[in-house]
């Protein structure tokens, strides 16, 4: 019989075992996921090898996240944080109610939570403000990280990002779950297939930006245990409290939200055409705004248009909006595709449709699922591979966004180099890479 000593713990199960799952972020590749049957072990993997799991953050979007990652066997979700005391309540009782146990525990500070050692990794879902700051303290803590987007308030806050899980060696997934959505993983094939011909133009919808820096009236701040105003706002500056602010109407307003709301669809729109152009380690170099939209231009010659939609989830002039939200379109001197979270595909000329059979005939997924996405970072955290959307990806999508939006607040063309990650000869435009943080709070990713 095995000793206790040589059973393996956990942990070395998680960095030693499945090396082969999940060649992460390959077109059209899907995320491998070998059955537990496969392995010998029953379709629940025993508690010393399933991966751990807290929450940072409960709002609608973590808990569409939260209840696929309950799904997964070799997931289990032990902790939740948040500073609202009606949220994290909430949340314990959907973790509970799911394993039919009273085990998940709760915090109010997520330095507590990071603090557990037997947690492997976060999921972080707080608002844009908290994202940054909080993946690089779990990945200091020795967290493996998946953030929802976007991921960084500021160019600055991307790169210490990227760099902080860079040095731990943490495995770290960026929400931008479109990467992992077969519809978009199908436009992005046949736009490398060279069936289009030559790309010359990548089409990226997002919001129309806009720039709010009023503040809402005072109220009286609520106990601290019920809502820890002062944690809520963290590194942004201070402002009174405001019961809209808890409640998700933070969006919109310039010390809550990145690059004037462009990176709410950008993140994600910008992150496809950036992976349809095989820029993934580069971006655009020109950004050039007006009124409609936002022109960017590569090395490469390759055109990028961030189109604003006025009415995003209505009608849509100069897109196909039966494809649904988040649209992208890649065109070529030969044809183009067209996709978005409808599941469905369009494209021209007709003949190509046939590349798509396969695909089509399944049942549409919808942009919003994140189950492959999750599916995908797990896996990577057992084999210590690169996920779909890495810091790499989401360094080089997320800062031209941000440099999007620079151009469109500083209403003038800005020139970036894309090694040094500078603009050129403007340095109003490099001051406005970063924002002054609160204290105790400035030197996170110094």
Not at 163 to 185: C, L, W, Y
Not at 298 to 317: C, H, I, S, W
Request: glycine share 8%; aromatic share 8%.
């Amino acid at each position: 019989m095995k000793t206790k000593n040589d059973r393996a713990s956990r942990r070395d199960f998680i960095k030693g075992s499945l090396a082969a799952t999940a060649t992460a972020g390959a077109a059209f590749a899907f995320p491998t996921v070998i059955p537990a049957r496969a392995l010998g072990r029953a379709a629940v993997a025993a508690a010393n090898e399933r991966i751990t799991l807290g929450v940072i953050g409960v709002g609608p979007r973590c808990t569409y996240d939260l209840k696929s990652m309950l799904t997964l066997a070799d997931v289990q979700c032990v902790a939740i944080c948040d500073v609202q005391e009606t949220r994290r309540e909430a949340a314990k009782k959907l973790v509970n109610e799911h394993y039919k146990n009273q085990d998940c525990v709760v915090f109010r500070d997520f330095r507590e939570l990071l603090a557990r050692k037997d947690i492997d990794t976060v999921l972080i879902a707080t608002g844009d403000r908290w994202h940054a700051p909080a993946s690089i303290l779990a990945a200091e803590a020795g967290k493996d990280v998946y953030s929802e987007k976007p991921c960084g308030l500021t160019i600055a806050y991307c790169q210490a990002l990227a760099d902080t899980i860079k040095k731990t060696g943490r495995v770290f997934q960026a929400g931008t779950q479109r990467r992992s959505v077969p519809n978009f993983q199908a436009a992005i094939e046949l736009a490398h297939s060279g069936k289009l011909g030559k790309i010359h133009t990548l089409f990226a919808s997002v919001y129309t930006p806009s720039l709010n820096n009023s503040w809402l009236p005072g109220e009286q701040t609520p106990p601290k245990n019920q809502v820890d105003w002062d944690l809520w706002l963290g590194p942004a500056p201070w402002r009174p409290y405001n019961h809209s602010y808890v409640s998700g109407g933070w969006r919109g307003y310039y010390d809550f939200d990145s690059g004037a709301r462009l990176l709410d669809w950008g993140a994600h729109t910008v992150d496809l055409c950036q992976w349809a152009n095989k820029a993934d380690d580069t971006m655009p170099i020109t950004y050039e705004a007006t009124e409609k939209n936002i022109t960017a231009q590569y090395a490469n010659g390759v055109k990028l248009v961030l189109d604003f939609l006025e009415t995003p989830f209505g009608d849509r002039p100069g897109w196909i909006n039966h494809l649904g939200t988040c649209p992208v379109r890649f065109v070529g001197d030969e044809g183009w595709v067209e996709t978005g979270d409808s599941g469905e595909i369009e494209v021209h000329p007709a003949s190509l449709r046939s590349e798509l059979k396969q695909l089509t005939s399944q049942a549409p997924t919808t942009g919003l699922d994140v189950s492959a996405h999750a599916r995908n970072f797990f896996d990577c955290v057992k084999s210590r591979g690169e996920t779909a959307a890495n810091p790499r990806v989401m360094r080089h999508s997320h800062i031209a966004c941000h440099a999007a939006a620079l151009s469109w607040i500083l209403k003038r063309k800005l020139t970036i180099d894309p090694v040094k990650e500078e603009f050129v000869n403007d340095d109003e435009a490099n001051g406005l890479r970063s924002r002054s943080a609160r204290a105790p709070w400035r030197t996170i990713g110094a």
